[in-house]
């Protein structure tokens, strides 16, 4: 097992990541403070790890209470998290209790707010299952559900007590979710780490039959790139947007298609080819290495093809997009492979950009 | 006017109470950085001030939208706060638009809620227009919404950039409402000032008028009072919950009665008659004290006589109350006029309060 730190001051916490750490009952102790814990999941990983994770908790002396989700960023709303709500008064839940979030991104963005907003603020545990949320949703604390107008529009920073990342769990993923998650992997190479993007194209045949010794690696480069990034802007006020890349585009897709129907790594996967031709746009980019990034994103499985919805529509999407501020989109651009900058840029070159991909 | 500053670090924030405040461009224009405001307000309050306000900040070249709630607590709810949701993302609000609560203490939990979650985060203002608001809720960044199985149950700890209270605003109030917040003034007295509380018994009839200068200086004591104990413990792990004496019976009135049937500030009033009833059986409380708090909640025509809900209702009703916590409730009580200790206390002196104010 490799432990991380994530250094917030107060609100700092450990990312454990390694082999057989769900049922580790010392990685939960410390941090859980009353009697009570929530396990909240959904119907799909239920079955697989929801029996551990209740025993483990369970030896610790805690009253646990299961509470069974439906699966799907659909269901990533607040209808959804009433249910979380519900469950906790019925349980007699107090300022002392405990969430965990067992599962991927969906579920860790719902549990976190839950546990931001329940009694104005109680404890929670990450437990990511899916390779997305072990590399990117579950480390930062951000939280939060999706409005029909707009993705992640209601939310919290809220950080989690902790992390504990199985990398065993990635062996029962379906491979469009492995792929979804390495979008988030060539990301944090891509704004940070020309070294790591490197080492991604090299290993495309292992990170694809999900190895776990290529994981292990993915899993805690990308952690430590993203928690050095969050720990000098937790709230985003600057560096913390570089992080965004590829999601300004990625939403609109998303949003656009309807959530659910692309998977949010599928959309970012292809949100990155276009940000990127946007870069060369720019003039920050080489087309080298645009086509670079291009390649390493269909070699992961991933779209490399925007829905064509048109050029009002994707402009009228991006522009409810959080990163829209006093009326500019600003966009997360590469300054060559391994950098990154933020940037308003002008609509006749995203429109230029929205026509190369096919977008339009 | 008199201006006090809550001192929370990084989260400090001026408190500015006086005559004709809603009007001063002033007031806001620090407080806001954005290009966009909305002011959130009620179908009785809007008529009597929205105007001016909306004025106000267009003065200042903000683009405004007016978003008008239904008015009572029984419209504390995730549907209502949905709307202000709905119009911020219909309007284009982005991270740094600003949001205006102006109304009681309702429209300020559901705003300073709605701010803290809207895009994980934007700045508000607090114009508290009703006096339970203005000694009270308003100040301490206590928000959120209501579950039906407990009030402020969803929530969360969000200060707002500025509280502006104009005493004018006051002078339109109906008298139970006045009469409301006399309540958690006289808590302020109770709970931590034996002089103010003194003060108070010899204002009764200046009070009940809503005399300007009375008002003003209820309305300054209790800002410094509360400001001073949010200061110390912003999220309630110690002494804040001092403030929450007679609380704990409100709640459950509140609750038993139906959101809306007893006004916060009458359950409160009520509520304290009671928990100083039990204050006296453990034994920190003269019965001459008890009679003298009693007093002057009657006199400042608050309700002393809780309804008839049963002793196990009660109970069931206590024990959800946020500040029962690893299954026992805790108790604000007096230990004299202008001083308060948390206590757990014994199920059968609670019994017996119950049974000796009517509860039972």
């Known amino acids: 097992m490799k432990t991380l730190e994530l250094e917030l001051g107060e609100r700092s916490y450990p990312i454990h990541i390694g082999s057989r750490l ?27 790890y929801a029996d551990r994770v209740v025993k483990t908790l369970e030896s610790l002396g805690q009253k646990v209470r299961l509470v069974v989700l439906p699966d799907g960023e659909v269901y990533k709303t607040w209808e959804t998290l ?76 809220y950080q989690p007590q902790a992390v504990i990342a199985d990398l065993d769990t990635l062996q029962t993923l379906p491979p469009k979710e492995l792929a979804a998650g390495l979008a988030e992997v060539i990301k944090h190479g891509a704004i940070a780490d020309a070294n790591f993007f490197q080492w991604l194209e090299g290993n495309i045949d292992s990170l694809n039959a999900c190895d776990p010794k290529a994981m ?90 925007p829905p064509r919805l048109g050029l009002e529509r994707y402009m009228d999407l991006m522009s409810v997009d959080k990163k829209a501020e006093g009326g500019e989109v600003r966009y997360i651009l590469l300054n060559g492979i391994g950098r990154s900058t933020i940037k308003a840029v002008d609509d006749q070159l995203v429109a230029q950009t929205l026509e190369a991909t096919g977008a339009v």
């Not at 549990?111 to 990450?126: D, S």
């Not at 600057?238 to 959530?259: K, S």
Request: with cysteine; glycine share 12%.
């Open 22 to 48: 769900i049922d580790q009952a010392e990685l939960y102790k410390k941090h859980i403070k009353g009697s009570f814990t929530a396990v909240v999941t959904n119907e799909t990983v239920a079955p697989l």
């Open 216 to 305: 292990e690696h993915a899993v805690l480069r990308s952690c430590e790139i993203k928690s050095n990034v969050v720990a000098q802007d937790e709230k985003e006020g600057g560096v913390r947007a570089t992080l965004n890349f590829g999601h300004t585009f990625g939403h609109a897709i998303e949003a656009g298609m309807g959530y659910g129907e692309w998977l949010h790594g599928e959309a970012v996967g292809c949100g990155m080819v276009m940000a990127a031709d946007l870069s060369v746009r720019v003039g920050q980019l080489t087309t080298d290495e645009a086509e670079r990034l291009k390649k390493l994103v269909a070699a992961l499985k991933l779209p490399t093809v």
């Open 82 to 157: 009433q249910k979380i709500f519900d469950a906790l008064l019925e349980s007699g839940a107090d300022r002392k209790s405990t969430l965990v979030a067992l599962g991927g991104g969906v579920i860790g963005d719902m549990t976190g707010f839950a546990a931001a907003c329940y009694m104005r603020g109680i404890r929670f545990i990450q437990v990511p299952t899916t390779l997305l949320s072990q590399v990117d949703s579950s480390v930062g604390g951000k939280t939060g559900i999706n409005h029909p107008l707009g993705k992640n529009m209601v939310g919290a920073f």
